[in-house]
């Protein structure tokens, strides 16, 4: 049997703007990185014409990454992948034009 993950929480840690997270005011094209206040790599979001356009990444405080996907004008597409500190899956969502599509993957740490 699978870990049940609730989505909204995926959801959230999937999503490039997830976190609770204010987004820079404005970035017509290039890549935004966000630290934590330790000076470590939290986000890093690629703009193209002031929307998000290409992969994204979070990381959590101690440098693992912990989800990654791509955005494609601000609305989520293909796959996003989230991760356990360990680095192994923890799930894999698939998005079609911003919505999930198909059944979300869920794994225990041990990559199973």
């Known amino acids: ?3 049940f993950i609730p989505s909204v929480i995926l ?3 999937l999503s490039g703007t997830g976190f609770g997270l204010d987004e820079p005011a404005q970035i017509e094209d290039g890549i935004y ?3 934590y206040p330790s000076g470590k790599l939290r986000r890093r979001l690629t703009y193209q014409h002031n929307q998000l356009n290409g ?3 979070s990381f959590d405080e101690e440098g693992h ?4 996907g791509y955005y494609q004008k601000d609305i989520l597409v293909d796959k996003a ?3 356990f500190p360990n680095g192994k899956k923890q ?3 698939h998005y079609k034009e911003g919505i999930l599509n198909g059944d ?3 794994y225990y740490p041990s990559g199973e």
């Open 1 to 3: 049997m699978k870990r």
């Open 11 to 13: 959801i959230l840690l």
């Open 33 to 35: 990185q966000e630290l």
């Open 55 to 57: 992969p994204f990444q």
């Open 65 to 68: 990454l912990m989800a990654e």
């Open 81 to 83: 992948v989230a991760y």
């Open 91 to 93: 799930a894999v969502i």
């Open 104 to 106: 979300v993957k869920t």
